[in-house]
């Protein structure tokens, strides 16, 4: 165990990889590919988890941050400048296509109260889960408590607030379903 995590703590320097405050990492085989800019960050919290499964491939610049459990299947590629935001659990499937700039969160500001500053009024969270076989393209933002069906296909630049259904086609500001893929 120790020899492997020297020779991890050597290959993420030799990527420039940032995994500042993290406790766990896992990964369930040697075929993950992860690309110089990759960022893991942890803001509070010990309960922080990232588990990426085998055959996954993260792009540059892409930022996992949090305070809760993520989960990659096997196959997911993940392109630049995605962001996942996880203060409880952002889960994602097997074979997951995620183009560049996806904005991935379980996490809303609460901000009712004009009184005091928005960073001040806590958070609230729902779990966020991609399923198997899932394309997600250029730009788009997935917002807390989503539930994105397997198959499913979410065009560029379109705004997730509500489940996607398994093999649907969805896009727009917020995402509506204009196509089954059946």
Same mark, same amino acid.
């Given at each position: !165990?120790? #020899? ?10 030799? !990527? !420039?990889?940032?995994? *500042? ?44 941050? @949090?305070?809760? *459990? ?84 979410? @065009? ?12 649907? #086609? ?10 089954? *893929?059946?």
């Amino acid at each position: !165990m120790l #020899i492997r995590l020297l020779i991890l703590a050597q290959v993420f320097r030799n !990527m !420039m990889l940032k995994v *500042r405050y993290g406790k766990k990492l896992i990964f369930k085989s040697w075929s993950v590919r992860i690309r110089s800019g990759f960022e893991l960050t942890q803001f509070f919290g010990d309960n922080f988890q990232v588990r990426i499964d085998e055959d996954v491939y993260v792009e540059k610049d892409v930022w996992i941050k @949090g305070s809760a *459990r993520v989960f990659i299947g096997a196959g997911t590629i993940i392109g630049r400048r995605a962001v996942i935001g996880c203060n409880e659990e952002v889960r994602i499937g097997k074979n997951v296509l995620i183009a560049e700039n996806v904005s991935i969160r379980d996490t809303d500001h609460n901000f009712l109260d004009p009184e005091m500053p928005i960073k001040d009024q806590g958070i609230t969270t729902k779990p966020v889960v991609i399923e198997d076989d899932v394309w997600i393209g250029y730009g788009v933002i997935i917002t807390k408590g989503v539930n994105i069906g397997k198959g499913a296909i979410v @065009g560029a630049n379109s705004v997730v607030t509500k489940d996607i259904p398994p093999y649907s #086609i969805a896009v727009g500001v917020p995402a509506k379903v204009i196509k089954e *893929r059946k």
